[in-house]
């Protein structure tokens, strides 16, 4: 099939890729030239394994390109795919302007021929509807189904999400739409949920705020773990092997990040809300959340009895889950801010963000090479991302390195019983 692909951030640049590479032919587009011309020369503006190696390969079998003309790809194509941002406004409801900007101009360039549009992005339930309704009015002769797949891939494992994902969901605005994207889907998966566009819509922000629970529910049963001195990972396998509930999600720490969860459970409270209906368990989830980074700086206080200005922290990892270099609403950023207000001394290690996080943290900050060198001098150490460079950190490096051998793990990766044996000073998150 011919597909255009317009945005080429996370969603766009994965789903155009990988759609190449099953055999269809691609353009992606993109406003900004030049990313578009570091794509041609398959410069991947993120830190994505395997992703770079799929896009060269596609680009010179000649199934994949990248432009800035919306309107040649728009011609070329069968299925039309939007994959723009929807940023979180201050409300917390999502911006749609970037989605209905890409209508217009997909209006713009449509003539009779008959065309699937394709939601990627995550957005309220009816803009689909909203979408149809924006090029209709642009175009009134224009022959068009606007269709919801949302995308459910992760970020650090997205080429294989996208080939192996559990399902793909396909709101369909009509049988021919519904048709079209079975057949260019149908390769992926045997699991196709076909369903009408709002259902499909909110089968996204479901999805996200289901998994978000679940998450701040094994915090919260962490922390009052904390309190009856049990621990919350063997707790957390004792629940996971009963099928109902399932092992997965139920690791405790200091709240989940990134670019989906914190914005997806905010935006489907603020759907609920417009329609005067509160969600009292989303905003739980959402509260419980926003504690949780504040957990480490909690046992820190505890630990020096509140002394803690002058004392230098070793932050290990600073993305907002191992694997990638995305830091946008990673719990390190709130809890550096917050050591940095108390006056304490920052050396950080991340194997990859570190340039992102130059960018967003203005608090002055030691950014090492490795996690040994962040640990060196230091009066503690905070594991924050469990990348494998800073959990396979031993015993005997804390106590060479750290001037105490204090040692805070925020994702509860670390082995407690052999390092408290070693003489170290553990706390996890909820942990005996
Ligand atoms: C998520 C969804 O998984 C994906 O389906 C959707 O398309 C986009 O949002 P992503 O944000 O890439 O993907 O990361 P994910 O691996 O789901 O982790 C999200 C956050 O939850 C991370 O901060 C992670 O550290 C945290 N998390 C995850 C936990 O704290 N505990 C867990 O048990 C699992």
Avoid at 42 to 66: D, M, Q, T, W
Wanted: with cysteine; proline share 3%; hydrophobic share 40%.
């Amino acid at each position: 099939m011919n597909l255009a692909v317009v945005g080429t951030g996370y969603v766009g640049l994965v789903s155009g890729t990988c759609f190449a590479e099953m055999g269809n032919q691609v353009v992606c587009v993109d406003n900004l030239e030049e990313k578009v011309e570091r794509l041609n020369r398959s410069e991947i503006p993120i830190y994505e394994p395997g992703l770079k190696e799929l896009v060269r390969k596609n680009k010179e079998a000649g199934h994949l390109c990248f432009t800035t003309d919306i309107g040649q790809a728009v011609r070329q194509s069968d299925v039309i795919l939007i994959a723009v941002g929807t940023p979180e406004t201050e409300t917390g409801a999502a911006d749609l302007s970037y989605v209905y900007a890409v209508a217009e101009e997909i209006g713009a360039e449509l003539d009779e021929t008959y065309k699937v549009i394709v939601n990627k992005s995550t957005v309220p339930v009816g803009t689909a509807e909203a979408v149809e309704r924006i090029i209709q009015k642009r175009q009134p002769s224009a022959s068009v189904d606007v269709c919801s797949v949302p995308e459910f891939l992760r970020e650090g494992s997205a080429v294989k999400d996208t080939f192996h994902p559990d399902r793909v969901v396909i709101g369909g605005s009509s049988q021919k739409a519904t048709e079209i994207l079975t057949e260019l889907h149908q390769p992926l998966t045997d699991k196709l949920v076909v369903t009408d566009t709002r259902s499909s819509e909110m089968t996204k922000y479901a999805s996200n705020a289901f998994l978000a629970t679940k998450i701040s529910f094994i915090n919260e049963i962490a922390n009052i773990c904390d309190i009856y001195d049990a621990d919350v990972n063997a707790v957390a396998e004792g629940m996971g092997l009963d099928h109902r509930i399932g092992p997965k999600f139920l690791n405790a720490g200091i709240g989940y990040g990134g670019s989906c969860f914190p914005k997806d459970v905010k935006a489907l409270k603020y759907l609920a809300e417009e329609k005067e209906y509160h969600p009292n368990l989303l905003q739980a989830v959402n509260d419980v959340n926003e504690q949780q980074n504040r957990k480490m700086v909690d046992h820190l206080l505890r630990i020096f009895d509140e002394e803690v200005q002058g004392l230098t922290v070793a932050i290990l990892g600073l993305a907002f889950k191992p694997n990638t270099d995305d830091i946008r609403e990673a719990p390190a950023l709130k809890i550096i801010q917050e050591l940095a207000d108390r006056g304490v001394h920052i050396r950080a290690f991340d194997p990859v963000a570190t340039e992102n996080a130059k960018q967003m943290i203005t608090a002055d900050i030691t950014y090492t090479e490795t996690a040994v060198d962040a640990i060196n001098g230091a009066d503690a150490a905070f594991l924050v991302t469990e990348w494998d460079e800073c959990k396979s950190l031993t015993s005997t490096q804390f106590k060479d390195h750290l001037k105490r051998p204090v040692v805070i793990d925020g994702r509860n990766a670390l082995d407690v019983k052999s390092l408290k044996a070693d003489g170290i000073i553990y706390h996890g998150i909820g942990r005996k």
